[in-house]
Antibody
Framework: EVQLVESGGGLVQPGGSLRLSCAAS????????MHWVRQGTGKGLEWVSG???????YYPGSVKGRFTISRENAKNSLYLQMNSLRAEDTAVYFC????????????WGQGTLVTVSS | EIVLTQSPGTLSLSPGERATLSCRAS???????LTWYQQKPGQAPRRLIY???NRATGIPDRFSGSGSGTDFTLTISRLEPEDFAVYYC???????????FGQGTRLEIK
């Protein structure tokens, strides 16, 4: 059974940093592209970053230069380093696996809440 | 960058009725790689339809997807109480690479 479990969320001050982790199990982690998606309270889904199985990374303009996605295949783990955090980064952060073939997110974690506030 | 626009923003219907949700893309979606998700409060999104018209494993056959190019539709033939939720469409772009979501359609009980 595929499982994705996020951790590392919490309360951080504006300008601060936080590192999220996503532990994967039930599949060959090194074979799949992985992504982070966030959702502010009462808001829609926003893509945050992606990393290919070969390690290429990409980001939307809203987080580029502040967030860094990485992976450690030996530990079946995905990470999101978030720096220079702003109030508008407050959200639940989900990790998700990209399917092969149709480029959809077919498995999601339960999410971890990040709150940026003084 | 492709923008996905969903309509309506909110759809009020009764159980047993038919629901039709729309997702329009600003440019043609590559290979019709258009996905629909359902999300209930406090839960992660759940994939319903991928590749515009393929039902995901375990999804009831009252859910169907159609469309191509820039216009896509999610249809729920007869609404069950558990279908009232928020629905999102999503596409994957290669230039620039990334994922785009529509803003969502809230399906509420009338």
């Amino acid at each position: 059974e595929v499982q994705l479990v996020e951790s590392g969320g919490g309360l951080v001050q504006p300008g601060g940093s936080l590192r999220l982790s996503c532990a994967a199990s039930g599949f060959t982690f090194s074979d799949f592209d992985m992504h982070w998606v966030r959702q502010g309270t009462g808001k829609g889904l926003e893509w945050v970053s992606g990393i290919t199985f070969t390690g290429d990374t990409y980001y939307p303009g809203s987080v580029k230069g502040r967030f860094t996605i990485s992976r450690e295949n030996a530990k079946n783990s995905l990470y999101l380093q978030m720096n220079s955090l702003r109030a508008e980064d407050t959200a639940v952060y989900f990790c998700a696996r990209l399917s092969r073939g149709y480029y959809d997110l077919n498995y999601w974690g339960q999410g971890t809440l990040v709150t940026v506030s003084s | 960058e492709i923008v996905l626009t969903q309509s309506p923003g909110t759809l009020s219907l009764s159980p047993g009725e038919r629901a039709t949700l729309s997702c329009r893309a600003s440019q043609s979606v590559s290979n019709n790689y258009l996905t629909w998700y359902q999300q209930k409060p406090g839960q992660a999104p759940r994939r319903l339809i991928y590749g515009a018209s393929n039902r995901a494993t375990g999804i009831p056959d009252r859910f169907s997807g159609s469309g191509s190019g820039t216009d896509f539709t999610l249809t729920i033939s007869r609404l069950e109480p558990e279908d009232f939720a928020v629905y999102y469409c999503q596409q994957y772009g290669s230039s620039p690479p990334g994922i785009t979501f529509g803003q969502g359609t809230r399906l509420e009980i009338k």
